[in-house]
């Protein structure tokens, strides 16, 4: 069965940075593109990045852009969102999933910005 699996969450202080990891089985990555989600508490889940199959293209949130940047490496059936000078408000489970259809979705990965 296709999967998704998130992982590299945890706790970080404001302006720190942290990578997070989709790793993709059961389905050729390179064939889908991939987007990161995230949903915080009390606020509706929103799109924060995608990035195209070949990872020839990316695109950003505002609320992220410059921050975050979006990869991946095929060979190893891995999307990464590294993230940089975090915020309180970054603060949410993040997920990915085969974007745009949005049929495959991790478990998602926790992610807390305090200090």
């Known amino acids: 069965q296709s999967r998704l699996v998130e992982s590299g969450g945890g706790l970080v202080q404001p302006g720190g940075s942290l990578r997070l990891s989709c790793v993709a089985s059961g389905f050729t990555l390179d064939s889908y593109a991939i987007g990161w989600f995230r949903q915080a508490p009390g606020k509706e889940r929103e799109g924060v990045s995608c990035?195209?199959?070949?990872?020839?293209?990316?695109n950003y949130a505002d609320s992220v852009k410059g921050r975050f940047t979006i990869s991946r490496d095929n060979a190893k059936n891995t999307v990464y969102l590294q993230m940089n000078s975090l915020k309180p408000e970054d603060t949410a489970v993040y997920y990915c999933a085969t974007f745009p259809q949005l049929e495959v979705w991790g478990q998602g990965t926790l992610v807390t910005v305090s200090s």
């Open positions: 990035i195209s199959s070949s990872g020839g293209k990316t």
